[in-house]
């Protein structure tokens, strides 16, 4: 993560200032999952390649070799198998370091996790360059995207078909983009033409300082930019990751989130779920949305509701 440390200013809510929280018995606190036994898994295999060649991101245009997909998939089977035996109710997103769609072993799994009575939500992090005949074979009401547009790589035009065609078909999906200067007219004009039911959201660029001025201007197309612009102070906050939203890797080894080392144990073994409990952030800042949103005092489970995982803001376009 990088150090943007600076305190948040509007448009973000005020709530997003907030002090500690002091942690409390899980039944006390506020969130859809308490009570229930429900847990957020964020999965994330060997697949490391994508089709895409983005400036900003390390992995574009990478490969990976036969073995490694073999393995990817092996893994990712795995993981379906386990998720398709639990007699609770599991939500997963998947957030490949690559493209994941373009896989064909990543939308048979999501097809068939949406099948399942007791998963709640499955959605992936995608540049929706694959075609969309897949979701013909899923269950629409449990299955979403969230979908990243790269203006460097893919033809407005044709991104946007996509998106209509989403829309269309009745997917569950939000759309997002960098907020890299280079790419703010491709936003404005994304925008104009997405569906106002759309959201689109943007992600402050890695390392770059905003002016109020230049943030006003990407707040006025995502109004919650605000929680990206700054890294939150995390340090002692209570947050969800590592008791109802845990982070999982191909190999089964579970951690409260992406951006915390430590291992709290193993898919596969069970030995995670003796971990699960209320525990504060250790990191001193959180700069990234699928980390911070399960920060408590941000209060965004009441912003995003049901559309955690996905990204979609509930009730858009109006906010609470």
């Known amino acids: 993560m990088n150090d943007r440390t600076l305190p948040i200013v509007s448009p973000a809510p005020a709530r997003c200032e907030s002090h500690r929280e002091t942690l409390r018995p899980a039944e006390e606190r506020a969130g859809r999952d308490a009570g229930d036994g429900h847990l957020s898994i964020l999965y994330r295999g060997p697949l490391a390649s994508c089709d895409y060649d983005c400036a900003y991101c390390p992995f574009a245009k990478r490969r990976d070799d036969p073995e ?4 990817d998939r092996a893994a990712l089977e795995r993981f379906t198998a386990w998720v398709a035996g639990r007699d609770h109710p599991v939500s997963v997103l998947f957030t ?72 269309r078909l009745g997917v569950r999906h939000s759309v997002g983009i960098v907020g890299h200067p280079d790419h703010l007219d491709a936003a404005r004009r994304l925008r104009a033409d997405l569906p106002a039911g759309t959201y689109l959201w943007v992600n402050a660029e890695e390392g770059r300082r905003y002016t109020d001025d230049e943030a006003a201007q990407w707040a006025a197309i995502d109004p919650l930019f605000g929680y990206s612009r700054f890294a939150h102070p995390s340090a002692g ?32 073994d069970g030995s995670f779920e003796r971990a699960l409990r209320p525990r504060p952030c250790p990191a001193a800042t959180c700069d990234c949305h699928i980390g911070y949103v399960h920060l408590e005092p941000l209060g965004l489970y009441d912003v995003f509701a049901d559309g955690v995982l996905e990204r979609i803001p509930t009730g858009w376009p109006a906010l609470p």
């Not at 490694?68 to 393995?71: E, K, S």
Request: proline fraction near 4%.
């Open 68 to 71: 490694r997909l073999r393995a």
């Open 96 to 167: 490949p370091w690559g493209e994941a769609l373009v896989r064909s072993w990543y939308r048979a799994a999501m097809a068939e996790l949406s099948r399942l009575p007791h998963v709640r939500r499955v959605a992936v992090q995608t540049n929706l360059s694959c075609r969309t005949g897949w979701l013909a074979d899923a269950d629409l009401t449990r299955l979403a995207l969230w979908v990243t547009y790269h203006p460097s790589q893919v033809a407005h035009d044709r991104f946007l078909a996509k998106c209509r065609e989403l829309s």
């Open 237 to 268: 906050l209570a947050c969800r990751t590592g008791e109802s939203a845990v982070s999982v890797s191909g190999d089964g080894t579970v951690r409260r989130c992406h951006f915390i080392p430590e291992v709290i144990g193993n898919l596969y």
